[in-house]
Nanobody, 123 residues
Framework: VQLQASGGGLVQAGGSLRLSCAASGRTFSTNAMGWFRQAPGKEREFVAASTRGGSSTDYADPVKGRFTISRDNAKNTVYLQMNSLKPEDTAVYYC?????????????????WGQGTQVTVSS
């Protein structure tokens, strides 16, 4: 499975961005996809994740109510709509995919990773 993330950029605080992650290859083997981020000098952290059918979604507390994860299974694409962005959201955002549907927040359970896309929020 190959993942291609896009949609990052520079935005002012309070603005919005939508990230996309297109999956190709053996996508039928992935039942959950998620987003993680890594800010400068910090460890990579969980942002949001969703199971294939959307029956289960999870969000990190700092982004609840501002970010929304969605999937278009026909296009094998997962999106992260980010609203009310804050400077502390600045990071490289990575999409990831896994076969299982448990442990959505656990990075080690994700077998496939995209290359990352930079999001910079200016104050």
């Amino acid at each position: 499975v190959q993942l291609q993330a896009s949609g990052g950029g520079l935005v002012q605080a309070g603005g919005s961005l939508r990230l996309s992650c297109a999956a190709s290859g053996r996508t039928f083997s992935t039942n959950a996809m998620g987003w993680f981020r890594q800010a400068p000098g910090k460890e990579r952290e969980f942002v949001a994740a969703s199971t294939r059918g959307g029956s289960s979604t999870d969000y990190a507390d700092p982004v609840k109510g501002r970010f929304t994860i969605s999937r278009d299974n026909a296009k094998n694409t997962v999106y992260l709509q980010m609203n009310s962005l804050k400077p502390e959201d600045t990071a490289v955002y990575y999409c990831a995919a896994k076969m299982g549907t448990s442990g959505l927040r656990i990075q080690a359970t994700y077998a496939y990773w995209g290359q990352g896309t930079q999001v910079t929020v200016s104050s």
